[in-house]
Structure formats: structure tokens, C-alpha cells
């Protein structure tokens, strides 16, 4: 146990929909970073926040959206879903110091039908 | 700026043979290396890193890695394959940008393991 959680843990919704996925760092923690992981496109890291700002872009489209709350929990929103959205979607963690392993959360698995 | 290859996205390996993942890194700056490893339907989990010190870097489950500046290199090796080794591997660098580390994942190599 990495002590990341994400929530929820499977996700099945519609074209077109917006789902919210939330990730809850382990304690201590002040950086955040989402990824998506596909079958077609690997590991792509998404975006980055630290304590609360945004510090890194990845290849994140402009559908989707991210943002770090004061309690350091972040959301990953996706919304007007399309069939190749479908993916693992990760989140991970670290005290954002040089040198530092990220740990990495059980992921959201979302099925785009 | 940062890269990491993967040579290999399928590496099959009989049971108590030796496995070899190789990854080769770019970085302007000295870099930082990790292997993790990803089970079926899990996260990534680190297995060793590299930061400063000692080249040679040992990990979990018997799994050990090499820092070669020369190459460029931080390969990945354990004498003796398990079953439960199969599962897929990424190499990954960073490198220090003030106080925030970004990271760059190499593709993946699947590690299979034939009894």
C-alpha cells in the first residue's frame, strides 16, 4: 500500500459525459501528478500541482482539467468523453524535493461506451 | 531536457535465467533513475533508485541496477527470473528544476517468465 488513494476505483459512462476523479496524496505530501495510461498511447504524465498551483503541463487535453485543494486532495476532471478516453488513470505523489520517488495510487480504471 | 528509452517492449526469460532491462537516458543535468514495476491491474511500485553515491543500486525482490554515465545507461538485471516476476517495467528520470522533480517514463518493457 503506496498510500495514495483514488476514488473510484472503476468508472463506466457515456460519450459525451464529464466524470470527476479524485486522488488523495499520502500524508506529508505536497506534489500531485496525474497520468494516463492507454494500451495505444503507455504512460503519459498529465499535470503536476504543488501545494495547490499548477507547476507542470504534460500532454493533457483541454477537455480535461485538474485542480489541488487546500487539504491537498486533487481532481482530475474529464468531461465531453470520447471512446479513446478510455484508459488507467493514476495518480501519484511526493514531497515535490529533487531526487524524490513519486508513489503512485491504484488508478481509475474508465470505460467510455 | 530529459528522455528514457526502452529497448524492448517483450522480454521473455525461462525461469532462473537472468534478466536484462535495458533503458538508456538523456539529461542536460545529472539525473535521477528509477525502475518501477507495474502488476497486472496495479500501480507502479519503485523497485530501486538512483541519486548520488554508489553506481550500483540494489532493490526489491532481488533486483539490482547500474548507473553508467559513460553510456548513459541504468540497466536492469536479477540472476535468477521467478514466475512472479512477470509483469511490466519502466525506467524513469528526472531531474531537479528548483524544488520540483518532473519525471519522465520510458514505454515499458513486459517481462515474461516461461517455466
Known amino acids: 500500500d503506496s498510500g495514495v488513494t483514488q476514488t473510484p476505483k472503476h468508472l463506466i459512462t457515456a460519450t459525451g459525459q464529464r466524470v470527476t476523479l479524485r486522488c488523495s496524496p499520502r500524508?506529508?505530501?505536497?506534489?500531485v501528478y496525474w497520468y494516463q495510461q492507454s494500451l495505444d498511447q503507455g504512460l503519459q504524465f498529465l499535470i503536476h500541482y504543488y501545494n495547490g498551483e499548477e507547476r507542470a503541463k504534460g500532454n493533457i487535453l483541454e477537455r480535461f482539467s485538474a485542480q489541488q485543494f487546500p487539504d491537498l486532495h486533487s481532481e482530475l476532471n474529464l468531461s465531453s468523453l470520447e471512446l479513446g478516453d478510455s484508459a488507467l488513470y493514476f495518480c501519484a505523489s511526493n514531497k515535490g524535493l529533487a531526487g524524490g520517488e513519486q508513489f503512485f495510487g491504484p488508478g481509475t480504471r474508465l470505460t467510455v461506451l | 531536457a530529459q528522455s528514457v528509452t526502452q529497448l524492448g517492449s517483450h522480454v521473455s526469460v525461462s525461469e532462473g535465467a537472468l534478466v536484462l532491462l535495458r533503458c538508456n537516458y538523456s539529461s542536460s543535468v545529472p539525473p535521477y533513475l528509477f525502475w518501477y514495476v507495474q502488476y497486472p491491474n496495479q500501480g507502479l511500485q519503485l523497485l530501486l533508485k538512483y541519486t548520488t553515491g554508489a553506481t550500483l543500486v540494489k532493490g526489491i525482490n532481488g533486483f539490482e541496477a547500474e548507473f553508467k554515465k559513460s553510456e548513459t545507461s541504468f540497466h536492469l538485471t536479477k540472476p535468477s527470473a521467478h514466475m512472479s516476476d512477470a509483469a511490466e517495467y519502466f525506467c524513469a528520470v528526472s531531474a531537479a528544476r528548483g524544488n520540483f522533480n518532473k519525471f519522465y517514463f520510458g514505454s515499458g518493457t513486459k517481462l515474461n517468465v516461461k517455466p
Open positions: 500524508s506529508g505530501d505536497l506534489s
